[in-house]
């Protein structure tokens, strides 16, 4: 994908959330939402709406902010669970309003990391983000978010059961402006900066991330930094 695409594709994402917002807030004006149930739902998508346009600007912001080197890390001594425990109360109405359930599963963790919050917040944002665009016409529509804890490695892990990524796509991913070339990402809008920043964003907070397929889905594992930092 060139820059000349990329603003072209973030322009589309841009405008479909405000086209939405537009659209259910004139029903709502004109008074041509016959009943309280729908003007309930017509509030609930404004907000979702809402929501999604927040995210995107924030992504061409941060993107913005990593290329002039002007992202400074905020690290604190935090446990993992709470960062997981916030991204869940705050995202998990977002993942059912795509129509997908969430699992959520944390093994025992008792450790404190020198962790930058926002940075992993905007990183889960974004792989979750990916999975609810790739994974929406998947036959199994479930959200797996993990904690898991291996000796010292200590890692998030998210999965979905959608088509995955080709292998020899595996190592192109995290390059700016790239999407996989297949049929989903052809008939699926985006812009191509979401892992390219997660991956800025992971060297700048001492994580790693890494991608495999699950066959069915694609799991990606965020690896926290060491106990030792």
Not at 12 to 29: C, D, F, G, N, V
Not at 45 to 73: F, K
Not at 160 to 169: F, Q, R, S
Request: charge should be neutral.
């Amino acid at each position: 994908i060139t820059e000349r695409q990329f603003v072209s594709d973030a322009s589309h994402e841009l405008k479909t959330p405000l086209t939405a917002i537009r659209m259910y807030a004139e029903l709502l004006q004109n008074s041509w939402v016959a009943n309280d149930a729908k003007r309930q739902k017509y509030y609930g998508l404004i907000a979702s709406e809402t929501e999604r346009l927040s995210r995107l600007i924030q992504n061409v912001l941060n993107l913005s902010r990593l290329e002039r080197n002007n992202w400074s890390a905020q690290f604190k001594k935090c446990n993992p669970k709470k960062i997981l425990d916030d991204f869940v109360a705050t995202y998990a109405k977002n993942i059912e309003q795509h129509g997908f359930d969430l699992t959520v599963t944390m093994d025992s963790c008792d450790y404190e990391l020198l962790l930058d919050r926002d940075a992993i917040m905007q990183i889960l944002m974004n792989v979750v983000d990916n999975s609810l665009k790739f994974a929406a016409k998947s036959q199994y529509k479930m959200i797996v978010i993990e904690l898991r804890v291996q000796e010292t490695d200590i890692f998030f892990v998210v999965r979905d059961y959608g088509p995955g990524i080709p292998a020899n796509e595996m190592n192109h991913v995290f390059e700016e402006f790239y999407r996989v070339e297949n049929e989903m990402t052809r008939t699926t809008a985006g812009t191509g900066i979401g892992l390219s920043m997660v991956k800025r964003l992971c060297g700048l907070t001492n994580m790693r991330i890494e991608i495999s397929n699950a066959n069915p889905g694609l799991r990606t594992r965020l690896h926290l930094p060491p106990l030792s930092l």
